[in-house]
């Protein structure tokens, strides 16, 4: 089976065809994220240049599912993870992207781990794109044989509930306790999408500081305070950056008004109070990206106030916890328990209830 990436829209796609494989160049990573950047990546299969309608180019690789499996498992984690994880992640991965694949043939509609939406308008020309708005493909850039030998080692392996292949859900850390996916996308009860206790990922339990070194790719181990975090803005700071985000005016912030929350904490209803108007927002997403010049590590925090008076805020801070949506898989809290000894199963039963595996 072949799967479509699209990786890189540009003005005119840059590139360099070697005798097996393609390098594109300038490759945004990481979009809208605080680890954005671009790079120059390396990729096998074919590339093939859609010509859009507003006059851009989209680079779209095509390549056989198990191949972009071995540098997906990469991209997401290092690919010197602990070989029960890769295992773990190559299955969960398998699952989501042929339902991609199912989706588009059928509908034209895709799932997506960052969308607002459990089956959404999917891409044009190509069934995934190559960045976390669907799942991390970075080309042959990160790969090494013991990603190669996760995935045959789980050849066509998928994860299944209630005679279906499921949708797998997975984030870079929960901060102690993963999320239902409604609380982050739409208000659809997914059984297997349920919260869960975590320890796994919490820094006390992550003792041999090793194992992150190991298990995160470069610009993920800039990021030192994946589990608990604290930002902290002053209301004019706050009313600017969710002006800059939103496209609405609220003027001075003076009450951030966390309405509704998921079983792990997590915000998904937001009233957002200013001096020139007030509006409740969400799900997670929304209240991530409209918080923060980039984007929150996560919807789960608190808000404490510094008062200089009853209506007049000197500062918000935001204290939270996790990395990421939450729902599903937790990548840091399953490295660790595979460096424990969980096996791939264990793992997946534990992120998944009630799942079981099959092959596709």
């Known amino acids: 089976m072949n799967i479509r990436v699209g990786i890189l829209t540009a003005p005119k796609i840059d590139f360099e065809q070697r005798e097996k494989t393609f390098v594109l160049h300038n490759v945004r990573i990481g979009i809208g994220f605080h680890w954005d950047r671009r790079e120059d990546q390396e990729f096998a299969g074919k590339l093939e240049i859609l010509h ?78 190559a960045d976390d708005h669907c799942q991390r493909y970075e080309g042959l850039t990160r790969m090494n044989k013991r990603a190669i030998e996760a995935v045959r080692a789980t050849a066509g392996e998928v994860l299944m509930y209630d005679d279906k292949i499921c949708d797998c859900r997975f984030h870079k850390c929960c901060g102690g306790k993963t999320e239902e996916f409604e609380t982050c996308w739409e208000d659809i009860h997914v059984p297997y999408l349920k919260s869960v206790e975590c320890p796994f990922c919490a820094p006390d339990y992550l003792k041999d500081k090793a194992l992150l070194q190991q298990s995160l790719n470069d610009y993920d181990l800039e990021t030192t305070d994946y589990h608990d975090w604290e930002v902290t803005y002053t209301p004019t700071e706050l009313g600017a950056i969710i002006r800059d985000k939103s496209g609405l005016d609220f003027g001075d912030i003076i009450d951030l008004v966390p309405l509704k929350r998921g079983k792990s904490g997590r915000i998904y209803e937001l009233e957002i109070i200013g001096t020139k108007r007030h509006q409740v927002i969400g799900k997670e997403l929304t209240i991530r990206r409209w918080l923060s010049k980039s984007c929150l590590y996560s919807s789960w925090f608190d808000v404490k106030k510094t008062l200089a008076s009853h209506l007049s805020p000197l500062a918000f801070t935001l204290s939270g916890h996790g990395w990421g949506h939450g729902v599903g898989l937790c990548q840091i809290g399953a490295a660790a328990m595979a460096a424990k000894g969980a096996t791939y199963e264990q793992i997946l039963t534990y992120y998944y209830p009630g799942t079981s595996l099959a092959h596709a």
Request: glycine share 4%; proline share 1%.
């Open 52 to 129: 859009n309608t507003n006059g851009t180019e989209t680079a779209v690789n095509v390549i056989d599912i198990e191949d972009y499996l071995c540098s997906v498992i990469s991209s997401e984690m290092s690919a010197n993870s602990p070989v029960e994880l890769l295992k773990a992640h190559a299955v969960i991965s398998r699952s989501w992207a042929i339902r991609a694949i199912e989706a588009n043939k059928s509908s034209n509609l895709e799932t997506c781990q960052s969308s607002n939406s459990f089956e959404s308008n999917g891409h044009v020309g190509f069934d995934v794109c």
